[in-house]
């Protein structure tokens, strides 16, 4: 498995895409940050997990700093946990159409927009609560040039910093085959990771059965 600096990543996937034009170097961070993030939600390492703040005041709730997804979510009423059930954007929206009513206590969240949760029925008053998120870690770039990721995740890097760089580029046609050189890797990574994976990680390995065994 290959181990990436800064530079040498960058250098990795000039080459690979023939792009030196100035535009493309310009977004290179942006595509390696995006593929950072790729590759740490599929992954779904425990080791990036954060326990954060939040404030239920509105519907439309405001994520903690650099959150890349959230995992659970729960409100503190008399200091017992209530947690509130993940559902999907049309599920709350049905459930509670009208945003702007509010109740006593929320039941539902679901993801709203990259940096916002959708959480229903409105609370009111504001409740205090925290979020079991995937938090973002500082990523490669020329002042960071060594990370965790890119010394022990270097294939399946690499395969979601391309996957992001043709969808940059509009390279239809190429996505495809870089997404299936990124799975692939991604796969094998979880299996050299799997100590440190959550549990609900599901890795599949086919095993031989004795004879007359169904």
């Known amino acids: ?26 977004n290179i961070d ?7 993030d790729k590759l740490i939600k599929d992954l779904d390492i425990e080791i990036f997990d954060s326990e954060e703040d939040v404030t239920i005041s509105a519907a439309v709730v405001t994520k903690p700093t650099d959150a890349i997804a959230v995992r659970s979510l729960y409100y503190l009423s008399s200091g017992a946990r209530k947690y509130i059930e993940p559902r999907s954007r ?15 206590a929320p039941q539902y969240w679901a993801e709203y927009s990259a940096t916002q949760l959708l959480v229903v029925p409105t609370p009111a008053p504001a409740l205090s609560g ?20 890119g010394t022990n995740t ?5 395969y979601a910093c391309l996957v992001c760089t043709e969808r940059f580029e509009v390279s ?11 799975q692939d890797a991604l796969n094998k990574t979880a299996v050299n990771l799997r100590h440190i994976l959550r549990k609900d990680y599901a890795t599949v390995t086919q095993t031989a059965k004795a004879e007359g065994e169904r």
């Open 130 to 149: 925290k979020a079991l998120v995937i938090k973002r870690p500082t990523g490669l770039s020329s002042v960071n040039t060594t990370t965790w990721l």
């Open 90 to 104: 049309e599920y709350c929206l049905d459930y509670w159409p009208n945003l702007t009513v509010t109740a006593a």
């Open 172 to 182: 239809d046609e190429r996505i495809a085959t870089w997404e299936a050189a990124y």
């Open 1 to 26: 498995m290959t181990a990436w600096t800064y530079a040498t990543l960058v250098t990795a996937i000039k080459n690979h895409c023939e792009n030196q034009g100035t535009e493309f170097a310009a």
């Open 30 to 36: 942006t595509i390696i940050g995006l593929g950072e």
């Open 154 to 158: 270097g294939d399946a890097l690499f």
